[in-house]
């Protein structure tokens, strides 16, 4: 039986992209070759980059528009590293609204003055800084779009007059943004694009070439651009599979048309969590995200007999990250309506059991 997977990531994945995949994995294209043996110089595997780049910049809607897409390695860990070791001369803000603002923000402190611009750290990131100043001075301005541990997003971005870089590795492609206000972006695969193993960056060329410091060519933006994503092997696998991600997403009407599916999804799951009294939401409802709810039960004497019923039910992943504890269900993109009304179901029938 096919699990109901609200796993925070690696993430759940279109079951037509899964068993294309597979096939690839057997014989890419008829070539008589695994997709995973394969040269990535090959005629056949750059036209799956090629085609990778070009769908991530058509549906975020920045297509001729001075942008780039590359698909590198090291996660949005090396991110933290690549973003500050790029843009970084003198100064630049952050907004600290979760683990991963907070990692980012002690690379950055390698490079330059940091000044946390807002930060949620103190309430245990359970919402979203409001009342924060940006000053014109910054080199950028960096936000975490998405909170997955604490289950947090933001709503409205702030309008800025230094370059803005974001985070989306958990929402990315999963709502309609203005995403020409961003000059770059970055995101894991694994949390809503693919397997682990590749990160997406789309970086506005203008912005780069401005840092004083020698950058290794590794680290180097402009050099993977000018390689084509190309520098040294790419993660062929992760990078094949986001591309059928992308093909799907597009297939289904694009961002516009999955925006509407999530919002049913988050709404149907929230909406238990408030009315049903053997839940309470983590984080502040006017900064819930909907990629990732997180919760937790009133009462914790009920916790082995909802474990024991939810996973019977065939949900797979719905634990909350170790730092908080109680629950998180990741809604991603290819998680289906019918799962959710799963995991409702199994908490409606939770509060007729107590």
């Known amino acids: 039986m096919k699990k109901h997977n609200f796993s925070a990531g690696p993430c759940v994945?279109?079951?037509?992209v899964i068993l294309k995949s597979a096939e690839a994995i057997q014989d890419f294209n008829g070539s008589g070759l695994s997709l995973i043996e394969i040269s990535h110089r090959s005629k056949d595997f750059v036209a799956v980059m090629d085609k990778a780049q070009a769908l991530a910049l058509e549906l975020l809607g920045l297509e001729n528009k001075?942008?780039?897409a590359l698909f590198l390695q090291g996660g949005a860990s090396l991110q933290f590293l690549m973003t500050a070791y790029n843009l970084l001369e003198k100064k630049a803000g952050y907004l600290n609204t979760g683990t991963w603002s907070d990692k980012a923000i002690k690379e950055a402190k390698l490079f330059g003055e940091v000044l946390e611009v807002g930060s949620s750290k103190s309430e245990g990131y359970n919402h979203i800084p409001k009342?924060?100043?940006v000053p014109n001075d910054l080199d950028y301005l960096h936000l975490t779009s998405n909170n997955t541990i604490y289950g947090t997003q933001i709503k409205n971005f702030p309008?800025?007059?230094v370059p803005l870089v974001c985070d989306m590795s958990s929402d990315i492609f999963s709502r309609q943004l203005d995403f020409s206000k961003f000059d770059l972006i970055y995101a894991g695969a694994q949390k809503n694009m693919g397997p682990a193993g590749t990160t997406l960056v789309v970086v506005k060329e203008s912005v780069l070439g401005k840092v004083s410091r020698k950058i290794p060519s590794m680290l180097n933006y402009q050099v993977h651009i000018s390689k084509e994503s190309m520098f040294n092997t790419p993660a062929v696998f992760p990078v094949y599979v986001s591309m059928l991600t992308l093909e799907w997403l597009k297939n289904l009407g694009?961002?516009?048309?999955i925006e509407e599916i999530n919002n049913k999804k988050a709404q149907l799951l929230y909406?238990?969590?408030d009315l049903n009294p053997l839940f309470k939401g983590y984080s502040v409802k006017e900064d819930r995200s909907t990629m990732n709810a997180t919760f937790n039960l009133t009462d914790d004497k009920l916790q082995a007999t909802f474990d024991a019923m939810w996973k019977e039910a065939g949900i797979n992943g719905l634990s909350g990250h170790r730092s908080?504890?109680?629950?998180?269900?990741s809604m991603y993109n290819a998680l289906t309506l019918e799962s959710v009304g799963v995991l409702v179901d199994i908490m409606s029938e939770l509060e007729r059991k107590a």
């Open 254 to 257: 694009g961002i516009e048309a």
């Open 271 to 273: 909406s238990e969590i």
């Open 324 to 329: 908080v504890g109680g629950y998180r269900a």
């Open 131 to 133: 009342m924060y100043g």
């Open 13 to 16: 994945l279109p079951q037509e």
């Open 66 to 68: 001075g942008y780039k």
């Open 159 to 161: 309008k800025v007059n």
